[in-house]
Nanobody, 116 residues
Framework: QVQLVESGGGLVQPGGSLRLSCAASGSIFSINAMGWYRQVPGAQRELVARILPDSSTNYADSVKGRFTISKAKNTIYLQMNSLKPEDTAVYFC????????????WGQGTQVTVSS
């Protein structure tokens, strides 16, 4: 079974920065997309940033200019700058893998709290 392990969350003051990491166990060669999502209790999981195998990216309007997604081998990162209280959420990484089937793999989630 493919497992995604996240790290880098924590408590930060408004205007601060964090970098999230997500590493997949083993090698994954048929990745169609990778991304970061976030979720607050009672709300739908929201796409924050996505990166494709050709390294093209897109972002939610709420984080454009502040967050940067990147990848290296079987690891993706989310650099978060100029953090705001409304960025507080549990952040999940996601791998979309298409072979003979379509599968979504999710990290365990990491808490990001932006507060004074």
């Amino acid at each position: 079974q493919v497992q995604l392990v996240e790290s880098g969350g924590g408590l930060v003051q408004p205007g601060g920065s964090l970098r999230l990491s997500c590493a997949a166990s083993g090698s994954i060669f048929s990745i169609n997309a990778m991304g970061w999502y976030r979720q607050v209790p009672g709300a739908q999981r929201e796409l924050v940033a996505r990166i494709l195998p050709d390294s093209s990216t897109n972002y939610a309007d709420s984080v454009k200019g502040r967050f940067t997604i990147s990848k290296a081998k079987n690891t993706i990162y989310l650099q978060m700058n100029s953090l705001k209280p409304e960025d507080t959420a549990v952040y999940f990484c996601n791998w979309l893998v298409v072979t003979t089937t379509v599968r979504n793999y999710w990290g365990q989630g990491t808490q990001v709290t932006v507060s004074s």
